[in-house]
């Protein structure tokens, strides 16, 4: 458990690992970075992307932050993002 701004525990907080990731563009062939850091799981859309080192961030994220958003549709159906 991590301690939250307050001094209180967080019951629900993890870490997660955010980096910059370097990948080929695969309609000009270069070599791109990301502008922000990404989670390993986000920057799995970018063809063979590349951990960038000294780049890591370590962030505490909430547990319920980290599960699919429900959406509540017009007509009332649950929807996952």
């Known amino acids: 458990?991590?301690?939250?701004l307050f001094g209180?525990?967080?019951?629900?907080s993890t870490m997660v690992?955010?980096?910059?990731w370097r990948y080929r563009d695969p309609?000009?062939?270069r070599i791109c970075r990301t502008l922000f850091?990404?989670?390993a799981e986000e920057a799995?859309?970018?063809p063979e992307?590349?951990?960038?080192?000294?780049t890591m961030l370590l962030?505490?994220?909430?547990?319920?932050?980290?599960?699919?958003?429900?959406h509540v549709t017009a007509r009332g159906a649950l929807r996952t993002r």
Do not use: C, H
């Open 8 to 12: 209180g525990k967080n019951r629900s």
């Open 49 to 54: 992307a590349e951990r960038i080192e000294g």
């Open 27 to 29: 309609n000009t062939g």
């Open 1 to 4: 458990m991590f301690m939250n």
């Open 44 to 46: 799995a859309k970018y």
């Open 17 to 20: 690992e955010y980096w910059r």
């Open 37 to 39: 850091q990404l989670t």
């Open 59 to 70: 962030r505490e994220v909430d547990v319920a932050e980290t599960r699919p958003m429900k």
